[in-house]
């Protein structure tokens, strides 16, 4: 089925791309880049492609405590500054695909569907997390299908918010232990990818999810651009937001493709 299609307002000359922040309270650094980032970014729009936080439980976790002691209030609050100064949009990642409209109300942003065509410089860009193309992730993919489920969504917001909260916890762990064990992730399948291009008329992908930064031709003029994930708590840090930017002086000219670093709390522009 093809993807929904967002037509880019005639005022839109500079769109900003990033994924996979995974923000949580105990990596203050990576917040803190986030939030200086927000405040400077010349953008006007910013698309968050999946996994802005590093697990989501539900949106009833914005009301728990004071605004002052919440991390998830916190956040959406910056995010609402933010968008006084740039229209924001997210799809959902592997961790946050339970964030809902009552976040994205408080967020002051637009939920998309994964995946959704920008119409943008006269091109079509095909914007997706990435993950329901990691096709050789077999149990992976049984898993998604089923907790993408409405029932089991409807049967897991069901419970108590504590209970919700230590199952996350649970996940991250076996998360984390399967990192540290050194397996070997699953990237895009190539096939499926261009499939899905094709049938969207696109020739650009834009997606996070692997971590893996690169441009990758595909053939036939189809590509994918992907995005980086943030840590700047690791040895080497991490942050950097793709950008697409029309060139004023050549209107007719291709749109320009940036990776712009972000080191230490200021862009680099």
């Not at 880019?8 to 203050?28: G, K, T, V, Y």
């Not at 939030?35 to 970014?41: E, T, V």
């Not at 261009?194 to 930064?213: K, Q, V």
């Amino acid at each position: 089925m093809p993807a929904p299609e967002l037509l880019a307002p005639e005022r839109w000359a500079c769109i900003d791309f990033i994924s996979d922040l995974h923000l949580q309270a105990d990596d203050p650094a990576t917040v803190a880049a986030w939030r200086d980032y927000l405040r400077s970014s010349p953008a006007d729009a910013l698309f968050i492609l999946g996994d802005l936080f590093e697990v989501w439980v539900g949106d009833d976790a914005l009301a728990t405590t004071g605004a002052a002691d919440n991390f998830e209030a916190s956040c959406s609050g910056a995010l609402l500054a933010a968008a006084q100064q740039r229209s924001l949009f997210l799809l959902h990642g592997n961790r946050d695909f339970l964030l809902g409209p009552a976040f994205a109300q408080a967020a002051g942003l637009s939920l998309l569907a994964d995946p959704t065509v920008l119409v943008f410089g006269g091109q079509r860009w095909l914007l997706s997390h990435g993950d329901a193309l990691c096709l050789a992730d077999t149990d992976y993919q049984q898993f998604r299908q089923q907790v993408r489920s409405a029932a089991w969504q409807q049967a897991f917001l069901a419970q108590p918010l504590v209970a919700r909260q230590a199952t996350a916890r649970a996940l991250r762990r076996q998360s984390e232990a399967r990192k540290q064990s050194g397996v070997a992730y699953a990237d895009l399948e190539p096939v499926a990818t261009r499939a899905w291009l094709t049938e969207n008329r696109a020739d650009t992908l834009i997606h996070g999810h692997t971590h893996r930064p690169a441009t990758h031709d595909l053939g036939s003029g189809l590509r994918r651009l992907v995005l980086s994930d943030w840590d700047l708590a690791a040895a080497t840090p991490r942050a950097e937001t793709l950008r697409l930017r029309l060139d004023h002086a050549h209107p007719d000219g291709p749109v320009l493709v940036q990776r712009i670093a972000l080191t230490g709390n200021s862009p680099q522009h």
